[in-house]
């Protein structure tokens, strides 16, 4: 049983290294809570994740491409990442998420380093009134962690060779499906528990879960902010 260490705190602040990890469509959209709050720190790592999701195969509709994503995981090593101002990306996320722009820090001009890895769990092929149902999304996260899980034990074997680029020290995570996803914390956190990824959960300080839940079912209904997993 994985070991699943719960915290406040910002999940941006993770350890140099880390796995920053969160629940996505496959429609390649990060428009709202925190999605949008991951396409601000990481746009880079946003733009590998949108091209994933519309990186059609010959012979297949980008619905049957799309749905063939789903219970998987996109891991992105770390990225050189473009320096926007804050004004520009506040701007950018309040058009595309109705304001709800969620956790941002400092950026400053040029281009930094990114030392942390995101690792998109597909966990339902919509949003909003197309959100998958309950059960699939939480079938679809067990089947996203654990190729998450292979993923980590490849990069491991191959980091092992001293690239620093490659290492991977911890996991972090949000508390995935629980927003908009519609989906109580605790029965995801009982998916998690029973793979092979130990990690480190966090939640903004003074959030409530179930405010949370309620707040995600209802911006869900009502089409808007309904990226957010």
């Not at 995981?73 to 309040?94: K, R, Y």
């Not at 722009?101 to 990114?114: F, R, S, Y």
Request: proline content about 3%; hydrophobic content about 35%.
């Amino acid at each position: 049983m994985a070991i699943i260490t719960e915290q406040t705190g910002d999940i941006f602040a993770a350890p140099a290294h880390s796995i920053l990890i969160h629940a996505c469509n496959a429609r390649g959209s990060w428009g709202a809570g925190v999605a949008a709050s991951f396409k601000y720190h990481y746009p880079h790592a946003y733009k590998i994740y949108h091209e994933q999701c519309i990186n059609l195969s010959d012979g297949v509709t980008l619905r049957e491409y799309q749905d063939q994503l789903v219970g998987s995981c996109l891991l992105i090593p770390p990225q050189a990442e473009a320096a926007v101002s804050g004004t520009e990306i506040d701007s950018a996320l309040s058009d595309e998420a109705g304001g709800n722009v969620g956790q941002v820090g400092e950026v400053g001009d040029g281009e930094v380093k990114a030392t942390h890895w995101i690792a998109c769990l597909f966990t339902s092929h919509g949003y909003g009134k197309n959100v998958s149902p309950p059960d699939v999304i939480l079938r679809n996260t067990e089947l996203a962690v654990s190729d998450l899980a292979r993923q980590i034990e490849a990069v491991r074997a191959e980091g092992s060779v001293g690239e620093e680029g490659r290492i991977i020290s911890e996991c972090w995570a949000v508390r995935i499906n629980c927003g908009f996803f519609g989906v109580p914390w605790e029965r995801t956190k009982e998916v998690l528990q029973r793979a092979d990824v130990r990690m480190v959960v966090v939640r903004p300080k003074g959030d409530d879960g179930e405010a949370e839940l309620k707040g995600g079912r209802e911006r869900g209904r009502s089409g808007r902010g309904s990226e957010r997993s």
